[in-house]
């Protein structure tokens, strides 16, 4: 994107940089991930069987191919889903507190979904699972529920905002809970929706990997033009609509690109919180607040932050895995506190 | 010739009963009024009806004699800006990324800036006499500097007209007539203006018509000299006579001239 608006020539050249260290980065962490396990296979062994030919064993190539790839890229597609709707959601509530996780949009994804677990787990419909579309519909409507309730007079309060999407992401929270204990026969749908509350990235098949990763592309080319309608957003909805924007498409589009996007990160890794709000918060202060340069940036650090975190959760107490969910809490809570405590100067309400 | 912007018959409440009534005025294309009246009288609420921001509940605003609700927002937003008495970021925007908002109406869903935008916010930037402030950070700057780099916004939509609310509250006397000298220079420039001012003795000598807003009665519309009278001012802001310096100087001067 060359829209950058014209800032000075070092401002661009800048913003270059970062994406291409961002996405080398990207690569390398990738390749460490899929390194890592139990099966050791050194990195220089992967390039070589990349680019010299020089081809793994049978065992190497399933466990790269079946296992670890989809998981590692699962984990990429869930982090810059997760961080680029992190960062429309802040844009749009003109508030750097707000995260799909925060506002409830997440707890939505999971309520929809484990409708779908358990009364229409055999259901599809235009080639996605009931319960994909049904964590869609939940995105959303929590979106505008939340959004609603936070309004007031044009505008947007924010502690409003945040107590609406904690109460409505509690409420979501135990509904799930509840269908838990309706399930009588303790089966695979409890299993299921625990790992999804607890945020565990599986091992997806190749064709959910593909159509998620689609979805997040076809968002984000979506997300692209709206992302200069978020800095003209920042100004305020009056001062937007007085300057040609219509205000009321704008927030549609990022409601349902926004919740697209989280219902995507929910279907392959459950509910995971902080990679929405810190990422965007972190682009931020180094790249400033153009929503247009945010996004590449946002998306390739969100991916490479949950790839790495992801690579933890599996092989730092190896055997055993914990939930990447809760490294995200055990690093992204201390993380964002510290953010919040450097410069809580931009807070004062 | 007909008025770049005029207001026939409009009224405006906003539900407990009607802020603005049936106000009827003109604004001539290349004038600097000034709309004065008493607070809450419903100044800010006639700009933002004037901007097309509020929709008027009768009579209508008309633009170039079409009505202002008929015509698509961007094609308003390229003929009118307006300039708030408040702009709040919840981010650290820099000046020229502030000033960059005012090309919105010139660009599509696909149309990112091009070099006619930046020629543009240049141009703003020089005209409101803020480019060495470009890549300030917009929330630390002063009370003057924000006032300027909203109007440099405003610029960047390359307006006929031009509308302020209250542009020259808050400011020093200094920076009051640094203001005051920015909109003779922009009138310069063939932009009209239309600013609601509080500071009643900036008027004079700075503005070609002045707008009385008063509660009950019909707007008085007039040149500063037909306006701003004792008797006129006492009534309309409810003010005893001689209480308040600004009364009583021009009591005395206006005695002395006619004598």
């Known amino acids: 994107m060359s829209s950058g608006d014209g800032h000075s020539p070092p401002g661009r050249a800048r913003f270059v940089t970062l994406v291409v260290l961002l996405a080398a980065t990207l690569a390398i962490a990738v390749l460490l991930s899929l390194a890592t396990g139990a099966v050791r296979v050194s990195p220089a062994a992967i390039l070589a069987a990349l680019f010299q030919h020089h081809p793994l064993t049978a065992t190497q190539q399933i466990i790269l191919l079946q296992i670890r790839l989809p998981r590692v890229l699962a984990a990429a597609v869930v982090g810059a889903a997760l961080a680029i709707s992190g960062l429309m959601f802040q844009g749009l509530f003109r508030n750097p507190m707000a995260d799909p996780y925060v506002i409830g949009a997440s707890g939505g994804a999971v309520l929809g979904a484990s409708v779908g677990i358990y009364f229409f787990s055999q259901l599809s419909a235009f080639g996605f699972s009931a319960t994909a579309l049904l964590a869609f519909a939940g995105s959303v409507a929590t979106m505008a529920v939340v959004y609603s309730l936070a309004r007031a007079n044009g505008k947007t309060h924010v502690i409003t905002l945040l107590l609406a999407g904690f109460a409505v992401s509690t409420m979501l929270a135990y509904s799930s809970y509840f269908f838990e204990l309706l399930d009588s026969n303790g089966g695979s749908g409890n299993r299921i929706l625990l790992s999804w509350l607890h945020g565990v990235i599986g091992i997806p098949r190749w064709t959910q990997l593909s159509v998620t990763a689609a979805l997040l592309l076809l968002a984000t080319m979506v997300a692209v033009p709206l992302m200069r309608q978020l800095n003209t957003l920042a100004l305020g909805d009056e001062y937007a609509h007085q300057l040609g924007l219509r205000v009321e498409y704008t927030r549609v589009g990022i409601i349902l690109t926004g919740s697209l996007l989280t219902a995507a990160a929910v279907s392959l890794g459950g509910l995971i919180s902080f990679a929405g709000l810190i990422v965007p918060h972190i682009a931020r202060l180094i790249l400033g607040p153009d929503h247009v340069r945010l996004l590449p940036v946002t998306a390739l650090a969100g991916a490479i932050f949950l790839v790495v975190a992801d690579t933890l959760a599996r092989s730092v107490f190896a055997p055993t895995e914990i939930p990447v969910g809760i490294v995200m809490a055990f690093i992204g809570g201390p993380f964002f506190l510290y953010l919040l405590r450097k410069t809580k100067r931009s807070y004062a309400l | ?259």
């Open chain 2, 1 to 259: 010739m007909n008025p770049l912007l005029r207001f026939a018959d409009v009224s405006f409440g906003y539900g407990d009963g009607d802020a603005i009534q049936s106000a009827s005025f003109d604004l001539q294309e290349g004038s600097c009024t000034a709309l004065i009246g008493p607070n809450g009288v419903g100044k800010t609420t006639l700009l933002r009806l004037a901007a097309g921001v509020l929709r008027c509940t009768s009579g209508s605003v008309l633009l170039n004699d079409e009505p202002l609700n008929r015509l698509a927002i961007r094609t308003v937003a390229r003929t009118i800006a307006f300039v708030p008495q408040q702009l709040d970021l919840p981010f650290q925007f820099t000046v020229r990324q502030v000033v960059e908002q005012g090309r919105t109406p010139y660009l599509g869903l696909l149309r990112g800036p091009m070099r006619d935008d930046r020629i543009a916010v240049d141009r703003a930037l020089k005209l409101a006499d803020v480019s060495v402030l470009q890549h300030r950070i917009f929330n630390e700057l002063s009370g003057g500097e924000r006032q300027r780099v909203k109007i440099a916004l405003g610029l960047a939509q390359q307006p006929k007209l031009l509308l302020l609310d209250e542009p020259t509250q808050n400011l020093d006397i200094g920076r009051q007539i640094e203001l005051i000298d920015l909109l003779h220079f922009l009138r310069a420039e063939g932009i009209t203006i239309f600013a609601s001012i509080h500071d009643i003795q900036l008027i004079e000598g700075n503005f070609s018509t002045v707008l009385l807003l008063s509660r009950d009665t019909p707007l008085v519309s007039g040149t500063p000299a037909d306006v701003l009278k004792p008797s006129i001012l006492e009534k309309a802001f409810n003010c005893p006579p001689r209480r308040h310096p600004l009364l009583l100087e021009r009591t005395q001067s206006r005695g002395k001239r006619a004598g």
